[in-house]
């Protein structure tokens, strides 16, 4: 991999992440919010989350394939799992 940015903290993807406490629970803000989760249903929601997972994924593979244009797509894939797991496993 190629070496962080000057100026980067160890640990950050060329200091662009911050370290900071992890909560990722979603806390509606709103009686419209939770009256249109509650219309979406388990599924819906369901739904909704797989489609924002699906959104990372592409949005952290762009950024794999900007850092290193040269890589295959299964390689692309491999980073961006790789990526998903190391923080998950620091998260939890």
Same mark, same amino acid.
């Given at each position: 991999?190629?070496?962080?940015?000057?100026?980067?903290?160890?640990?950050?993807?060329?200091?662009?992440?911050?370290?900071?406490?992890?909560?990722? =629970?979603?806390?509606? $803000?709103?009686?419209?919010?939770?009256?249109? +989760?509650?219309?979406?249903?388990? *599924?819906? @929601?369901? #739904?909704?989350?797989?489609?924002?997972?699906?959104?990372?994924?592409?949005?952290?593979?762009? =950024?794999?394939?900007? $850092?290193?244009?040269?890589?295959?797509?299964? +390689?692309?894939?491999?980073?961006? *799992?790789? @990526?998903? #797991?190391?923080?998950?496993?620091?998260?939890?």
């Amino acid at each position: 991999m190629a070496a962080p940015a000057p100026g980067a903290r160890a640990g950050s993807y060329n200091g662009a992440m911050i370290d900071r406490p992890r909560d990722f =629970r979603f806390a509606p $803000q709103s009686e419209q919010e939770i009256a249109a +989760l509650r219309r979406l249903g388990g *599924t819906g @929601r369901l #739904a909704m989350v797989g489609a924002l997972c699906t959104s990372g994924r592409r949005l952290m593979a762009a =950024r794999v394939l900007s $850092q290193h244009p040269d890589w295959t797509p299964e +390689l692309v894939d491999r980073e961006v *799992t790789r @990526r998903i #797991a190391d923080a998950t496993r620091r998260a939890g």
